[in-house]
């Protein structure tokens, strides 16, 4: 079983930061993709910003420039630093990763419980 942990989030005064990081665990063999996606209210999740295995990223037009996503692989951890929030950047973010468990049989995606954002004065 594999488990994505998030920590970070909470309520924020636009112009400002927060970070956010998931840490994945359990019978892990290998990761290919982590990414964050979000989801505000009566909308649909979309993807933030996604980072690969060789450190490649893309990012969702509406963040870029504002928004930077790392990854430590050893720890297994994947983070989302956000500058300059807005309040259309209010939503619940989760993270999400492309998993080969233990068995090696198959690549899975594993999902985080989702932390929310506010962004508000």
């Known amino acids: 079983q594999v488990r994505l942990v998030e920590s970070g989030g909470g309520l924020v005064q636009p112009g400002g930061s927060l970070g956010l990081s998931c840490a994945a665990s359990?019978?892990?063999?290998?990761?290919?993709?982590m990414g964050w996606y979000r989801q505000a209210p009566e909308k649909q999740r979309e993807l933030v910003a996604v980072i690969l295995s060789n450190g490649a990223t893309n990012y969702a037009d509406s963040v870029k420039g504002r928004f930077t996503i790392s990854r430590d692989n050893a720890k297994n951890t994947v983070y989302l630093q956000m500058n300059s929030l807005r309040p259309e950047d209010t939503a619940v973010y989760y993270c999400k990763a492309e998993v080969l468990g233990g068995s090696r049989s198959h690549w899975f995606d594993a999902w985080g419980q989702g932390n929310q954002v506010t962004v508000s004065s």
């Open positions: 359990g019978r892990i063999f290998s990761i290919n993709a």
